[in-house]
């Protein structure tokens, strides 16, 4: 079993870095067993839920609206955010650590990036497909159709991809040459950065400006569009419409309020006087918690999901 000492961490060594190795929960040893079958169940029902999403939507022609093809596009997000960070984080519960090369863990970053920052644009573009099917209904069908949604998915995904090059471009021209020790589980910008020996003001203020663009900006935007959705919806007449609007608006808002509370806490909130241990738990919630919650507050509950999983096994059959 590996364990590292997180005093290791200060112990500077001038050779230079091939590996990180993650630290992970190593003062969790105790409980590593119950940790390892609690993660692994969270990550398989993440993936099933996620990927029965993608089928339905896919297979099924009640869901061919908009609304649906968009939350495809997040439940692929959330299966390459998980897949990209859990499967290791489990190997480091089970032999106490685990180790990355240098280009591994660059990729583990541009992944992970590519799929966060693609979660918030999509995120975002779901809610302007929400104020458009309540406050412009009549012209719901006009302007969303097919050739916009596709587009719009179309590029949440490239500009996510092209920032995440950008990003990981300028960390390839950091020198690492010690410490080793990454006390995460898995490489996030911030313990990348601890562990450079090269000035990283550069990568600090574009991660910064970056995090603003994708992250505080879109999320302002969802919260202008769901005022406009509630003033629209309280002067429904029907009650039935009200409910069936406000359940519709408050599950993506509540999973808007989870996923992107959690990233402006962890990269716009400054993080001294808050400890590493503090960074993982809230990373958790939007690497683990958030694509585990995201089919069931979205879809699961959804009349017409369960209508769907109904016709799909009637075909079956």
């Known amino acids: 079993m590996v364990h590292i000492n997180p005093k290791d961490m200060f112990e500077?060594?001038?050779?230079?870095?091939?590996?990180?190795?993650?630290?992970?929960?190593?003062?969790?040893?105790?409980?590593?067993?119950?940790?390892f079958v609690l993660f692994l169940t969270i990550y398989i029902l993440t993936l099933a839920g996620n990927l029965l999403i993608v089928l339905l939507v896919a297979k099924v022609p009640c869901l061919q609206s908009p609304m649906y093809?968009?939350?495809?596009?997040?439940?692929?997000?959330?299966?390459?955010?998980?897949?990209?960070?859990?499967?290791?984080?489990?190997?480091?519960?089970?032999?106490?650590?685990?180790?990355?090369?240098?280009?591994?863990?660059?990729?583990?970053?541009?992944?992970?990036?590519?799929?966060?920052?693609?979660?918030?644009l999509l995120l975002t573009v779901m809610s302007y497909d929400r104020y458009l099917a309540i406050c412009d209904p009549l012209h719901y069908i006009t302007i969303m159709d097919l050739r916009l949604r596709v587009q719009l998915a179309l590029w949440s995904w490239l500009l996510a991809c092209i920032v995440m090059i950008f990003i990981v471009f300028l960390i390839c021209n950091l020198q690492f040459c010690g410490p080793h020790l990454i006390d995460h589980y898995f490489?996030?910008?911030?313990?990348?950065?601890?562990?450079?020996?090269?000035?990283?003001?550069?990568?600090?203020?574009?991660?910064?400006?970056?995090?603003?663009?994708?992250?505080?900006?879109?999320f302002s935007f969802i919260l202008f569009t769901y005022i406009s959705i509630f003033i629209t919806v309280s002067?429904?007449?029907?009650?039935?419409?009200?409910?069936?609007?406000?359940?519709?608006?408050?599950?993506?808002?509540?999973?808007?309020?989870?996923?992107?509370?959690?990233?402006i806490t962890i990269y716009l909130v400054p993080s001294k006087g808050r400890s590493y241990n503090v960074n993982k738990v809230i990373s958790l919630l939007y690497t683990m918690g958030t694509?585990?919650?995201?089919?069931?507050?979205?879809?699961?509950?959804?009349?017409?999901?369960?209508?769907?999983?109904k016709y799909i096994c009637n075909i079956k059959n």
């Open 291 to 309: 694509p585990f919650c995201n089919p069931i507050i979205y879809s699961l509950r959804n009349q017409e999901i369960k209508t769907a999983v």
């Open 69 to 120: 093809f968009f939350l495809s596009n997040l439940s692929l997000s959330d299966i390459l955010l998980t897949t990209n960070v859990v499967p290791n984080l489990l190997h480091g519960i089970i032999i106490g650590g685990s180790s990355i090369s240098i280009t591994g863990c660059l990729t583990q970053l541009y992944f992970y990036g590519v799929s966060a920052a693609g979660e918030c």
């Open 187 to 218: 490489c996030d910008i911030a313990p990348i950065l601890d562990l450079t020996c090269s000035d990283h003001q550069i990568v600090d203020f574009s991660y910064f400006i970056l995090t603003i663009l994708f992250a505080l900006i879109p």
């Open 235 to 263: 002067q429904i007449s029907s009650s039935s419409g009200k409910q069936k609007s406000f359940s519709t608006c408050s599950s993506h808002l509540m999973v808007v309020s989870t996923y992107y509370g959690t990233l």
């Open 12 to 35: 500077v060594n001038q050779t230079k870095v091939t590996e990180f190795i993650f630290l992970g929960f190593q003062n969790l040893q105790t409980v590593n067993i119950g940790l």
